[in-house]
Nanobody, 122 residues
Framework: QVQLVESGGGLVQAGGSLRLSCAAS????????MGWYRQAPGKQRELVAT???????NYADSVKGRFTISRDNAKNMVYLQMNSLKPEDTAVYYC????????????????WGQGTQVTVSS
């Protein structure tokens, strides 16, 4: 099996910073795209940022210039550095990864972490 475990969420004042981490483990052959999504109460889950295995990134307009996604392929980890946080960034943040496993050759599966709460106070 494959697991994604997020860490680094918490409570921060507006203007502050947090760094989220996500570790992938299990029967992993290769991790392709990784990303962060978020879901605020009463809203649909939305894309925050994605990063390809080669390091190409994509950001939601609402976080451009404030958030930075990065990854460490050797450690199977993805990070989200969040600066200049705003109350509207409050949400549960989910790690996502598209993974080729060791037991299903050539088939890419989409995995999600359990989520980590980020709360930004005004």
């Amino acid at each position: 099996q494959v697991q994604l475990v997020e860490s680094g969420g918490g409570l921060v004042q507006a203007g502050g910073s947090l760094r989220l981490s996500c570790a992938a483990s299990g029967i992993i052959f290769r991790i392709n795209d990784m990303g962060w999504y978020r879901q605020a109460p009463g809203k649909q889950r939305e894309l925050v940022a994605t990063i390809t295995r080669g390091g190409s990134t994509n950001y939601a307009d609402s976080v451009k210039g404030r958030f930075t996604i990065s990854r460490d392929n050797a450690k199977n980890m993805v990070y989200l550095q969040m600066n200049s946080l705003k109350p509207e960034d409050t949400a549960v943040y989910y790690c996502n990864a598209k993974i080729l496993t060791l037991v299903a050759a050539g088939i890419q599966y989409n995995f999600w972490g359990q989520g980590t709460q980020v709360t930004v106070s005004s």
